[in-house]
């Protein structure tokens, strides 16, 4: 799989991370081996003493629950929507909120170091089709590839 690189995307570095902490629908994503066959996937963000942010990543495979959890924290205080997260250290991932509902922090789209990674996450399970449209025109204008987009089942 060839990596294009996110460097060009800036993340939302003004991110208030206690308002984006709590639970987010996955609506959609790119295929990726570690979320093969998931449906109704949530990811909750709970900030803990130690000033990390824990991590669950939960979702089911028929009646199978799966579940994947994991530390995240801000390398650079001056960019709150670039983050490192770890489920297995010491490997490490980047963390980039690429777009986000400023407003009312209802919906975003995620990704990593590579286009071959995204995700678009939102507050409630269904996400409504102008909104999923707006984000699918933002994530092609900035070169990833549309066509790979998986919806997610929140039933």
């Known amino acids: 799989m060839r990596k294009k690189s996110t460097k060009d995307i800036p993340a939302i570095c003004g991110v208030n991370l206690e308002r984006y902490l709590g639970k987010w629908y996955e609506v959609a994503r790119f295929p990726h081996t570690f979320e093969r066959g998931l449906q109704n996937v949530t990811a909750t963000y709970s900030l803990q003493s130690n000033g990390k942010i824990k991590v669950i990543n939960a979702g089911y495979r028929g009646s199978v629950k799966s579940l994947a959890e994991g530390y995240a924290w801000i390398p650079d205080k001056n960019c709150t929507g670039e983050l490192l997260v770890s489920f297995f250290w010491p490997i490490r991932s980047k963390y980039r909120i690429i777009k986000l509902d400023k407003e009312n922090y209802r919906y975003a789209v995620v990704t990593s170091n ?12 269904h996400i409504s089709e102008s909104i999923y449209k707006e984000l699918v025109n933002f ?17």
Not at 139 to 155: L, M, P
Request: aromatic share 10%.
């Open 114 to 125: 590579s286009k071959n990674y995204l995700w678009i996450l939102c507050r409630d399970p």
């Open 139 to 155: 994530i092609s204008a900035n070169g990833f590839d549309k066509s790979k987009i998986i919806r997610v089942s929140q039933e």
